[in-house]
T-cell receptor
C-alpha cells in the first residue's frame, strides 16, 4: 500500500464523453503530479500542483483539465479525448522540503484509459 | 528529444546472476538520479537513488553506479531473483531547483526478466 490511490483503475470512454480521474493521498504530501505513460514511452509529466497551486503545465492539450481542491485530492477531467490519448495515467505525490528535492515521489497504481 | 535514455527495452538474466541495467542522460544540470521499479497493474515504486557527489550507492542487493563524465549510470542487482522481474525506470532531476517542486525526468524503462 503506497498511500496513493487512484480511481477508477480502468476506464473506457468514447471521444464525446466527459469523465474524471481521481487521485487521493493521505501521506501529508504537499505536491501532486499527473503523468501519462504510453506504450514503450517514458513517463510524461503533465501537471504539477504544489501547495494546491498549479506550477507546471507541460504543454498538455486543453481537453485535459486538472483540479486540486485540497492537498489530499487531485482530479484530471477529461473531455473530447482522442484515441491517441489512450494510456496509463499515473498520479504521484511528494513531500517538498524547502530547498531540497531528494524526497521521492510516491505513485498510485494508475488508471488505464482507453478512448474508443 | 529524450533527456534520459534507457537503450535496452528488455533484459533476461538467470536467477542468481547479476542484472545490469543501464541509463544515459544528456542534461549536465541533473545532479540527482533515481531508479524506480514497476510491476504490472501497480505504480512505480522507489528503489534506490544517488546524488552526483557520489559515484556509488549500495542498498542490499542493489547498487547504483554513476559516471558523471560519461553521463551514465547503471543499476546492478546481485544476486538476481525471480521477484525482481519488473520494469525498471531510470529518472533524473535537479536537486537544487529554484521552484517549489522538482521536475523528475524519466527514461522509457527496461523490462527485466529473471529466469528461475
Amino acid at each position: 500500500e503506497t498511500g496513493v490511490t487512484q480511481t477508477p483503475r480502468h476506464l473506457v470512454m468514447g471521444m464525446t464523453n466527459k469523465k474524471s480521474l481521481k487521485c487521493e493521498q493521505h501521506l501529508g504530501h504537499n505536491a501532486m503530479y499527473w503523468y501519462k505513460q504510453s506504450a514503450k514511452k517514458p513517463l510524461e509529466l503533465m501537471f504539477v500542483y504544489s501547495l494546491e497551486e498549479r506550477v507546471e503545465n507541460n504543454s498538455v492539450p486543453s481537453r485535459f483539465s486538472p483540479e486540486c481542491p485540497n492537498s489530499s485530492h487531485l482530479f484530471l477531467h477529461l473531455h473530447t479525448l482522442q484515441p491517441e490519448d489512450s494510456a496509463l495515467y499515473l498520479c504521484a505525490s511528494k513531500s517538498r522540503l524547502a530547498g531540497l528535492s531528494t524526497d521521492t515521489q510516491y505513485f498510485g497504481p494508475g488508471t488505464r484509459l482507453t478512448v474508443l | 528529444d529524450q533527456q534520459v535514455k534507457q537503450n535496452s527495452p528488455s533484459l533476461s538474466v538467470q536467477e542468481g546472476r547479476i542484472s545490469i541495467l543501464n541509463c544515459d542522460y544528456t542534461n549536465s544540470m541533473f545532479d540527482y538520479f533515481l531508479w524506480y521499479k514497476k510491476y504490472p497493474a501497480e505504480g512505480p515504486t522507489f528503489l534506490i537513488s544517488i546524488s552526483s557527489i557520489k559515484d556509488k550507492n549500495e542498498d542490499g542487493r542493489f547498487t547504483v553506479f554513476l559516471n558523471k563524465s560519461a553521463k551514465h549510470l547503471s543499476l546492478h542487482i546481485v544476486p538476481s531473483q525471480p521477484g525482481d522481474s519488473a520494469v525498471y525506470f531510470c529518472a533524473a532531476s535537479v536537486s537544487l531547483s529554484k521552484t517549489s517542486y522538482d521536475k523528475v525526468i524519466f527514461g522509457p524503462g527496461t523490462s527485466l526478466s529473471v529466469i528461475p
